[in-house]
């Protein structure tokens, strides 16, 4: 992979990239081989010059954010990998209800945000581990709450590089896909409108989301959260734990003690011991139910 045009840009911006670098470091499952490539592009400028050259120049290239909904293959990746991270985290108040933030700010940070400023309507993500882009990319949700209900607009990049604004209704969401998926574009800025609200009650809604988060799931392990979607008519959990699944474990990999809908890196998991048990775990389900499981953390391979 020739990837002298994108270290012109990274000098030209000051930011640097990483060659042959484990994606272990990248992803909440904490598994991988290395890449490549990677690059954290330090503002939205630089990002939608590397994105420009990328396509323009034929080089293959991934956006991640936090990484808390992929996994990487065992035997790495020959791409250039484009993190959207603290680098391009600004998050600032545009007018009474309405948040800015670019991609890459934690979620977390955003609610907290929206709370030090007694914004309400934010509060179901508190605890989604994420990147304010990927929960865009995902439509991430929880406890009847989702990013389509209150983000307002994006700006986004193109895979030619060029910077335009999407505004909620042309953003298709539905339930953990939106817009992105197809377009390819990468979202960059982000825009959440919020309601006035009591800072109290705000707290108290996060502080009881966060006691249910930690009291039903293995945050004790490395995971990528739910691995699998709900299906129409029933839940991922409750079937694999009605098909006699909790517990199961390839190799280092298990379908979480705690709580079933989450595969686990129980012990030095590869990204195959996962994927195995990603199969097994739709075999059965399938066979015993007629469901067909989806899996919810994309995987990264060649
Ligand atoms: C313990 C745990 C609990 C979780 N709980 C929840 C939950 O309650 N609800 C829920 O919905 N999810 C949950 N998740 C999954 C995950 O946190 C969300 O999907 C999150 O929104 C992913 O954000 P990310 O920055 O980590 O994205 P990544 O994992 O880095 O990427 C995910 C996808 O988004 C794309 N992407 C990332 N950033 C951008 C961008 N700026 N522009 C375009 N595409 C982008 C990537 O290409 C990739 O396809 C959980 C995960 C963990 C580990």
New binding site residues.
């Given amino acids: 992979m020739d990837l002298t045009i994108i270290e012109k840009i990274a000098d030209k911006y000051h930011c640097e990239i990483l060659y042959d670098e484990p994606m272990c470091n ?4 904490k598994v991988g081989g290395n890449a490549e490539a990677l690059i954290k592009p330090c503002s939205i400028e630089c990002l939608s010059e590397v994105i420009a050259q990328c396509n323009e120049q034929g080089i293959r290239y ?9 996994i990487v293959s065992d035997e790495g990746i020959s791409a250039l990998i484009i ?2 991270s603290d680098d ?1 985290s600004r998050i600032e108040l545009v007018d009474e209800n309405t948040i800015e933030c670019e ?2 700010a ?2 977390s940070k955003v609610c907290s945000f929206a709370h030090k400023h007694s914004l309400t309507g934010l509060e ?2 508190w ?17 009847d709450g ?2 389509s209900e209150v983000v307002l607009s994006c700006d ?2 193109d895979i030619n590089g060029n910077i335009s604004t999407i505004e909620n209704e042309d953003m298709d969401f539905s339930y ?1 896909h939106s817009c ?2 197809d377009t ?5 800025v982000v825009r959440i409108k919020l309601k006035k609200g009591d800072k109290a009650a705000i707290k108290a809604r996060m502080d009881d989301l966060l006691i249910r ?1 930690k009291t039903r ?3 004790e392990y ?5 691995t699998f979607k709900r299906p129409k008519g029933s839940y991922a959990s409750l079937l694999i734990e009605q098909c006699g699944l909790k517990g199961t474990s390839v190799g280092g990999a298990q379908v979480s003690e705690k709580h079933s809908g ?1 595969i686990i890196n129980k012990d030095g998991a590869s990204c195959e011991d996962i994927k195995k048990l990603v199969d097994v775990v739709k075999e059965r389900v399938n066979s015993r139910t007629g469901y067909i499981l989806d899996c ?3 995987i ?1 391979e060649d």
């Fill in positions: 990248y992803n909440t499952m991934h956006v991640i954010g936090k990484g808390s909904n992929i993190v959207i391009l991609a890459g934690s979620l179901f993500a605890g989604i581990p994420g990147s304010v882009g990927g929960a865009v990319y995902m439509n991430a949700g929880a406890y989702e990013m986004q990049i953990r992105f998926f390819k574009a990468v979202v960059a988060r799931q293995p945050l490395p995971s990528s959260g739910s989450f919810e953390m994309q990264l």
